[in-house]
T-cell receptor, first 116, second 115 residues
Framework: DQQVKQNSPSLSVQEGRISILNCDYTNSMFDYFLWYKKYPAEGPTFLISISSIKDKNEDGRFTVFLNKSAKHLSLHIVPSQPGDSAVYFCAASGWNSGGSNYKLTFGKGTLLTVNP | DTEVTQTPKHLVMGMTNKKSLKCEQHMGHRAMYWYKQKAKKPPELMFVYSYEKLSINESVPSRFSPECPNSSLLNLHLHALQPEDSALYLC??????????????FGPGTRLTVL
């Protein structure tokens, strides 16, 4: 059962335009959502996060939107740059019932290609 | 500073070898993680250490043996691996303040090839 879904395996946009990456989740116990960027053969780099008590978080060119009722979040990159080309993973987390572990669940990733 | 370091960067080993992967962080984080990532797949959690105690083992085969010598270091001991264990092994750490949201920071990974 895939609790975090990224339904678009790839996305291609022109430099300077907006990139919108989408993510859906099923577990209503998730309370914190993160986006990671990953280049081949490197570790994921933390990009931006949002708590479930917010609906928007902005950091420079990156904005994450959360729609709790739809269990949907999206990452907007404006303007997109060729260096943004990478795989973007959506991840969701929450404490387990014993409060001992804060486990991260990843989506399968979306490959973003920004064309010059 | 959100740096997690991992050594070695690349490792090639035979199925009878014993080797270790190392991970280090100096952010004062109290949770450390091992993940395995195959090509075109998301990272898969293997182990979690919380306050230097093993708190999650995701049914990982015993040929992988984690160790947390202190709050800054995490090792993964490898013995009698199979070729299908070839993957990128990622270490991560997080603050693990109970009751608060927790961001995991990843190292660059060790690319392991089992011949």
């Amino acid at each position: 059962d895939q609790q975090v879904k990224q339904n678009s395996p790839s996305l291609s946009v022109q430099e300077g335009r907006i990139s919108i990456l989408n993510c859906d989740y099923t577990n209503s116990m998730f309370d914190y959502f993160l986006w990671y960027k990953k280049y081949p053969a490197e570790g994921p780099t933390f990009l931006i996060s949002i708590s479930s008590i917010k609906d928007k978080n902005e950091d420079g060119r990156f904005t994450v939107f959360l729609n709790k009722s739809a269990k949907h979040l999206s990452l907007h990159i404006v303007p997109s740059q060729p260096g943004d080309s990478a795989v973007y993973f959506c991840a969701a987390s929450g404490w387990n019932s014993g409060g001992s572990n804060y486990k991260l669940t990843f989506g399968k990733g979306t490959l973003l290609t920004v064309n010059p | 500073d959100t740096e997690v370091t991992q050594t070695p960067k690349h490792l090639v080993m035979g199925m009878t070898n014993k080797k270790s992967l190392k991970c280090e962080q100096h952010m004062g984080h109290r949770a450390m993680y091992w993940y395995k990532q195959k090509a075109k797949k998301p990272p898969e959690l293997m182990f979690v250490y919380s306050y230097e105690k093993l708190s999650i083992n995701e049914s990982v085969p015993s040929r992988f043996s984690p160790e947390c010598p202190n709050s800054s270091l995490l090792n993964l001991h490898l013995h009698a691996l199979q070729p299908e264990d070839s993957a990128l092994y990622l270490c991560a750490s997080s603050q693990a303040d109970r009751g608060r949201t927790d961001t995991q920071y990843f190292g660059p990974g060790t690319r392991l090839t089992v011949l």
